[in-house]
T-cell receptor
Framework: AQSVSQHNHHVILSEAASLELGCNYSYGGTVNLFWYVQYPGQHLQLLLKYFSGDPLVKGIKGFEAEFIKSKFSFNLRKPSVQWSDTAEYFC????????????FGTGTSLTVIP | DGGITQSPKYLFRKEGQNVTLSCEQN?????MYWYRQDPGQGLRLIYYSQIVNDFQKGDIAEGYSVSREKKESFPLTVTSAQKNPTAFYLC?????????????FGPGTRLTVL
């Protein structure tokens, strides 16, 4: 079945550690890719998105993600996490020919220990 | 203060009753969406509307109904036909239906059916 996969369900890191969260999708054709974050008690908000151009995209709060088309991946990275990065992270994909219908991964819960 | 409001935050209903969840946006967005979030399953699309007086079924529309009579409002009715209605419901909007547009999310409504 076509889907969006986030392999890391729960990640625990110490402050200053590097972060990489995996996201793979199985849709063919042109896709647009998004990472959303949900901080405790807050709305889902956009971290970054890719729809064309440089496959390495930078987002808010020092996050970046790299689109590797050949691997159907869009992994999220941050070189040094902070306690305030503790949140749920969702990868999302939509397909150019199908309008703005998003498909979300199951989410990764990140806990950063001070 | 622009954004998306959902009310109420928590909702309790008896089994067999229909219930309507409110979603209002003042972002002047054309497109609106309803998602359901269950633990370990990410967000799944219930219905979406690209423009007033038009809406389309998402992946899990059975047991739900919507209307889009006004641009700023997209209420979701959870009917008694929905087999597992207890969930967290998220409303979102985007500028229009084009696929590179990010979606903005409301705070959600947690529905519990007793």
């Amino acid at each position: 079945a076509q889907s969006v996969s986030q392999h890391n369900h729960h990640v625990i890191l110490s402050e200053a550690a590097s972060l990489e969260l995996g996201c793979n999708y199985s849709y063919g054709g042109t896709v647009n890719l998004f990472w959303y974050v949900q901080y405790p008690g807050q709305h889902l908000q956009l971290l970054l998105k890719y729809f064309s151009g440089d496959p390495l995209v930078k987002g808010i709060k020092g996050f970046e993600a790299e689109f590797i088309k050949s691997k159907f991946s869009f992994n999220l990275r941050k070189p040094s996490v902070q306690w305030s990065d503790t949140a749920e992270y969702f990868c999302a994909v939509n397909r150019d020919l199908f309008g703005n219908q998003f498909y979300f991964g199951t989410g990764t819960s990140l806990t950063v220990i001070p | 203060d622009g954004g998306i409001t959902q009310s109420p935050k928590y909702l309790f209903r008896k089994e067999g009753q229909n219930v309507t969840l409110s979603c209002e946006q003042n972002l002047n967005h054309d497109a609106m969406y309803w998602y359901r979030q269950d633990p370990g399953q990410g967000l799944r699309l219930i219905y979406y509307s690209q423009i007033v007086n038009d809406f389309q079924k998402g992946d899990i529309a059975e047991g739900y109904s919507v209307s889009r009579e006004k641009k700023e409002s997209f209420p979701l009715t959870v009917t008694s036909a929905q087999k597992n209605p207890t969930a967290f419901y998220l409303c979102a909007s985007s500028m229009d239906h084009r696929s590179y547009n990010e979606q903005f999310f409301g705070p959600g409504t947690r529905l519990t059916v007793l």
